[in-house]
């Protein structure tokens, strides 16, 4: 091969070598801005906390466990989230209220109050919780979590997640 035939083959191998980097340059500018929005949402923190109004304390009965629930859609990024909150609102007194989720604290299927036994039952595997979530017999672990509560102009207001309690 003569010295032309050499020159001509690297001025080959520079203009393919531009070529690639300004081709994967092109791509990088493209292509991270697009990579950042498709994982923005996994990386952000997980904001699920809030405050919800459960209306008027008056129209709560003390001494018996009243159901609410409510379902709240979140919005992160491209992802739409929908959970349904399920609890009961147990008032001691005009101004005492606690408020328990109704989630089993075993393997999660949702407890509901008994009046005839006083006890939260969980259908899936007979656990049975007491009027304030204390686990009274079978498989659950810890008492049922609870929501931190305030009253504000008479309403009754939840601070969202639930806490888990351990005894
Ligand atoms: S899920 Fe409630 S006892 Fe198992």
New binding site residues.
């Given amino acids: 091969m003569s010295a032309s035939g050499r020159n001509q083959l690297s001025r080959r191998d520079f203009i393919k070598a531009t070529v690639i980097s300004i081709g994967g340059l092109i791509g990088a500018v493209i292509g991270m801005p697009s990579v950042a929005y498709l994982l923005s949402p996994s990386l952000r923190a997980e904001e699920d906390s809030a405050s919800i109004d459960l209306g008027p304390l008056e129209k709560y009965p003390i001494g018996v466990p009243t159901r609410f629930e409510f379902t709240r859609t979140k919005v992160n990024g491209w992802e739409r989230t929908t959970t349904n909150y399920g609890m009961y609102v147990v008032r001691r007194s005009e101004s005492e209220v606690r408020v328990f989720s109704d989630i089993?604290t075993?393997?999660?299927?949702r407890v509901t109050w008994h009046p005839d036994q006083e006890h939260y039952v969980?259908p899936?595997?007979?656990?049975h919780f007491d009027i304030e979530g204390s686990v009274i017999s079978?498989?659950?672990p810890r008492p049922l979590d609870e929501f931190v509560t305030e009253i504000e102009d008479g309403n009754l207001l939840i601070h969202l997640p639930a806490l888990k309690r351990t005894s």
């Fill in positions: 089993c075993h393997l999660g299927c969980s899936c595997h007979d656990g079978g498989p659950p």
